[in-house]
């Protein structure tokens, strides 16, 4: 994520603020400049056009839209479907915490360039459903479709522990969830009638053999042991698909942690760097890069430094991934993915 400014006195401010903490002003984020405003209605020696989301009224979202009486929604908000009602209040602030999530995951996905259209006006489009477990049985959080279900559960933070524990994943956030869940659904985006779906078969495996049996077996049998010779989780064992959506989420992170380091600055010295013989010597913008292989030595010598940061304050790693070759062609082959769609 990049590192932004106020428009007004040049103070550093975060993508979830809306207002600056050392001016004062009010201010949304501006999805096409990728950047942030202060709104004319707010502060009236700023000449534009632009209006809140509508869901910034209830805290929940801090993005702009031009003000045209097209839309009230942004571009994150739009996509969904159900959400629960303001009286519904612990549901309504669960809601909040993974729209935090769900703004990241929208902010990278514009980065990409990948299509984002609301299902809501384009049948072949995305839509959220957040929704309490109470509404219906046997419900998970999951993709079908174009229609992403989160569970509001997946928010409260005792909860999702609990679980990153009963399953053994070194890692469980809100964000993991949505790049996981967007996985899915670009799968089908890019292989569904595509030549590439051999290239995909060759790193990834047949998806075309039962999924739910896949499933079954996995829950009752857990991970071979060796998987992490070629798996980044042990959930990406279960299927092909899942691997896909595994590893789709994986590269995100590691797209945003490094456009991260470069908006901040972070370089290397020689000495942090060459025991792996990596030989980096700065971050630079990952979305700039075409080649996966700086991009993978770049973010082994961050996440390095970055766990030994957390290692001080007694805190478990950031990056708690060990990635061996197979993940590292699967990582390509994402890239590769990525570059072809962006310069087609
Ligand atoms: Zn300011
Ligand atoms: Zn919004
Ligand atoms: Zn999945």
């Given at each position: 994520m990049k590192i932004f400014k106020c428009p007004n006195c040049a103070s550093t401010i975060f993508?979830?603020?809306?207002?600056?903490?050392?001016?004062g002003n009010v201010l949304g984020y501006d999805a096409v400049s990728d950047g942030f405003i202060i709104p004319n209605s707010y502060n009236s020696y700023y000449n534009n056009n632009f209006k809140f989301c509508d869901n910034h009224k209830y805290g929940i979202c801090n993005w702009l839209i031009e003000d045209?009486?097209?839309?009230?929604?942004c571009k994150a908000c739009e996509l969904n479907r159900k959400v629960p009602a303001e009286s519904d209040t612990e549901n309504f602030q669960k809601w909040k915490k993974l729209e935090v999530a769900k703004h990241r995951l929208v902010y990278q996905l514009l980065k990409l360039n990948l299509p984002l259209e609301s299902k809501i006006k384009n049948n072949q489009g995305i839509a959220f459903d957040f929704l309490s477990?109470?509404?219906?049985?046997?419900?998970?959080t999951g993709h079908a479709g174009g229609v992403i279900t989160i569970l509001l559960?997946?928010?409260?933070s005792v909860h999702r522990e609990q679980i990153r524990m009963q399953m053994d994943e070194p890692y469980r956030t809100l964000l993991g969830h949505f790049r996981h869940e967007m996985g899915h659904y670009y799968w089908g985006f890019f292989f569904?009638?595509?030549?590439n779906i051999f290239n995909f078969r060759n790193l990834f495996?047949?998806?075309?053999?039962d999924y739910n049996q896949a499933i079954n077996h996995y829950y009752c049998?857990?991970?071979?042991?060796?998987w992490n010779l070629n798996f980044i989780?042990?959930?990406?064992?279960?299927h092909p698909w899942e691997d896909w959506a595994e590893t789709w989420a994986h590269y995100l992170h590691i797209m945003d942690t490094l456009e991260t380091g470069n908006a901040i600055g972070i370089s290397f010295s020689s000495n942090q760097t060459q025991n792996q013989e990596i030989h980096i010597t700065r971050c630079s913008n990952p979305y700039q890069t075409r080649d996966f292989k700086t991009i993978f030595e770049t973010s082994i010598a961050l996440t390095s430094a970055v766990n030994s940061l957390n290692r001080s304050m007694?805190?478990?790693?950031?990056y708690p991934f060990v990635v061996p070759e197979p993940v590292f062609q699967k990582l390509s082959f994402i890239h590769n993915l990525f570059n072809q769609h962006l310069y087609s």
């Open positions: 993508f979830e603020n809306s207002r600056c903490v050392n001016c045209d009486g097209n839309h009230i929604f477990e109470n509404n219906s049985d046997n419900m998970v559960s997946e928010a409260d569904d009638y595509s030549d495996g047949d998806e075309r053999q049998y857990g991970a071979p042991l060796n989780s042990k959930y990406a064992t279960s007694g805190l478990p790693d950031i």
